[in-house]
């Protein structure tokens, strides 16, 4: 699988680096680690690859992993009616968001729709960071407070963030932190120094495995802070990784821009609808969602499960999907999950064929033909209620 993954990507475009697009702190430490490939997202370079994809998630399965993450651009909201303004352009009800504690937040539009799918952190009085998926959400914040005259800020802060994952995750930056990363809860964060270096740390990722997110808070230090993490975690065998698609798709995490856009709400995609969360202030797109609550939806978001051998190729394109003849939808994603032992996905679906067990005909965009039913989503259990190591027992 190895040798077939390089001979497509020898056959791939070059990316070219240049000043046009934003570096990450950790850019150039990946490239000194073995990336052979980029990919553009929020208009910087994230890494795409480092080693086959299968070895990558058994790394981070079992052992410990470092991302960078830097593409999941900061944006800060602060000032006396930021509080105001972030509980604005969402649908949960953030006046129930305790310091310290973080969110998945969704953005949302006038019309109900997903702009963005960000971790909020709620990193002090008045200040928040939203942690951006692929779209310019910091743009949209800016222009709802624009209009709204509240007095709040929103800006671009000197914070990085790299990942630091798998079940030895924790007892890696125990030996940078100390014993206080085991007291980092589940969607909250903390302050650390870690040699002269400040960071904040959430214990947050994009996998179905414990982790954190490492935030670096200054720049020049991105480096160091590499060497660090891969240094504390070299007797776990600590390995640099791409973004992990056989597990996020696993824990039913969705990708901005593929998965879920413009234009689809969270009645639209299984397992976001719960964060339509009844409050009585207004946000912007409430008067739609309520709506769409009452009357529902006719297409949804669900998990597909393919029949077959192992997926071998990346999906490049959506792959069409039919029923009785008749295409109804499209896949948005495709991948081989070593750990299910399963080519797993998901797939936009009239809300008639949203239930799980739903057979379907899919034609990839090679032109071969797979036969898939629908599932549920997520398709493990992504609760990580502590993070792996010496006090977690």
Not at 38 to 58: K, Q, S, V
Not at 133 to 139: F, T
Not at 247 to 267: C, K, V, W
């Amino acid at each position: 699988m190895v040798n077939e993954r390089r001979e497509m990507l020898e056959k791939s475009a070059t990316l070219y680096f240049g000043p046009w697009y934003r570096q990450s702190p950790f850019f150039k430490a990946t490239r000194r680690a073995g990336c052979t490939s980029y990919d553009i997202y929020n208009h910087m370079y994230l890494p795409a690859y480092f080693d086959d994809p299968e070895t990558e998630y058994w790394a981070l399965t079992n052992g410990v992993t470092m991302w960078d993450v830097g593409v999941e651009r900061t944006i800060e909201v602060s000032g006396p009616d930021a509080d105001r303004l972030i509980d604005m352009i969402t649908c949960r009800d953030l006046t129930k968001c305790a310091v310290k504690q973080g969110k998945y937040m969704l953005v949302t539009g006038p019309d109900g729709s997903i702009v963005n799918d960000p971790v909020l952190l709620h990193v002090a009085e008045n200040r928040w960071w939203m942690q951006l998926a692929d779209s310019d959400a910091g743009l949209y914040a800016l222009g709802v407070a624009a209009a709204s005259g509240l007095d709040a800020q929103v800006s671009t802060p000197d914070v990085h963030p790299m990942q630091v994952q798998g079940p030895m995750a924790a007892k890696t930056l125990e030996k940078l932190v100390g014993s206080g990363i085991y007291d980092v809860k589940y969607y909250w964060i903390e302050e650390f120094d870690i040699d002269g270096i400040p960071v904040v740390i959430s214990r947050t990722g994009w996998t179905a495995i414990p982790g954190f997110e490492v935030n670096l808070l200054d720049s020049s230090k991105g480096d160091e802070l590499w060497d660090k993490v891969a240094a504390a975690g070299e007797e776990f065998d600590i390995r640099p990784i791409a973004p992990c698609e056989g597990r996020r798709i696993e824990a039913g995490i969705f990708n901005y821009g593929s998965d879920i856009r413009l234009g689809d709400t969270p009645f639209h995609v299984m397992g976001l609808e719960r964060l339509v969360e009844e409050q009585p202030q207004d946000y912007v797109g409430k008067a739609a969602l309520e709506e769409l609550r009452t009357k529902g939806v006719d297409r949804k978001l669900v998990g597909i499960e393919l029949e077959g051998d192992e997926l071998r190729a990346e999906m490049s394109e959506y792959w069409q999907v039919s029923r009785d003849g008749k295409q109804v939808g499209h896949m948005t994603d495709a991948v081989w999950s070593p750990g299910l032992k399963k080519n797993i996905g998901y797939v936009w679906v009239p809300i008639a064929l949203a239930e799980p067990g739903n057979r379907l005909d899919v034609e990839t965009e090679d032109g071969d033909h797979i036969v898939g039913t629908t599932a549920a989503i997520p398709f493990v259990d992504p609760r990580k209620e502590k993070p792996a190591g010496s006090l977690a027992s």
